[in-house]
């Protein structure tokens, strides 16, 4: 790969407590993923996906192991310059919209804006309008379809100019046809502007459709022959 290593995990181990017995979920895993690069995760329920997510994104951190990303070691930062980070430097969609319900869709998209100060008005029009949302900016979430909403929640999850996005089952709470056309959006969007997307998803065909997809078992992650 031409392209310089974004992210860099190592021997990212982690066990839950589950009552008198402990249940390894990730056992040394390691992954490099290059800048622009698309990376799908997927397997089973309950395999670990989300899990690994949310550590190499620094939401969760690992029983043991090492994530470097943009030259910066995730666990040995400080919880307030590790939150700047990720309010900086990463986006994030999940499979709840997370959306706050009394807020308009134009103002749910601000808000990662707002937190830095930053101006966020002409580019949270601008997000809306791109992800096909210019006649819905005063909608309030209860007024709009899940398909929109989750449009909105990448919009947010954008608006900070984020270099990579993390996208946790985006398609999860959608119809085929609609969860097809989230994928497409994710994946135009972060080509255009040159981001790295890391996905997780239970789906194979949608899986496939980046540069590469990974399975995830009995806690280890194995290259998928089709990618």
């Known amino acids: 790969m031409s392209s310089p290593a974004h992210l860099i995990a190592r021997e990212l181990r982690q066990t839950y407590c589950l009552g008198n017995r402990s249940l390894e979920i990730l056992r040394g895993i390691d992954l490099t993923v ?7 995760f997927r397997g089973a329920s309950g395999v670990g996906k989300s899990t690994l997510l949310s550590i190499l994104a620094g939401l969760e951190k690992p029983q043991s192991g090492v994530v470097m990303f943009q030259g910066n070691s995730l666990f040995t930062m400080k919880a307030h310059s590790l939150a700047l980070l990720r309010n900086q ?6 499979q709840s919209y997370f959306l706050l319900p009394e807020l308009s869709a134009l103002e749910n998209v601000q808000l990662p804006a707002r937190l830095l100060g930053k101006p966020y008005l002409e580019r949270a029009k601008d997000l809306l309008t791109r992800v096909g949302l210019a006649n819905r900016f005063d909608h309030l979430p209860s007024q709009l379809s899940g398909g929109e909403q989750q449009r909105v929640a990448i919009a947010r999850a954008l608006m900070n100019t984020p270099t990579i996005l993390f996208a946790d ?23 255009e502007e040159k981001q790295t997307l ?12 980046g540069d590469r997809q990974f399975l995830i078992t009995d806690g280890c992650l194995y290259a998928s022959p089709s990618s």
């Not at 709470?173 to 972060?190: K, Y």
């Not at 890391?198 to 459709?209: E, G, M, S």
């Open 34 to 40: 290059y800048q622009g690069e698309k990376v799908f």
């Open 89 to 94: 430097s990463m986006g994030f969609v999940f």
């Open 169 to 191: 089952e985006p398609t999860g709470n959608l119809d085929t046809a609609t969860g097809a056309s989230i994928i497409d959006l994710l994946l135009e969007i972060t080509q």
């Open 198 to 209: 890391i996905a997780v998803t239970h789906d194979p065909l949608l899986a496939a459709r």
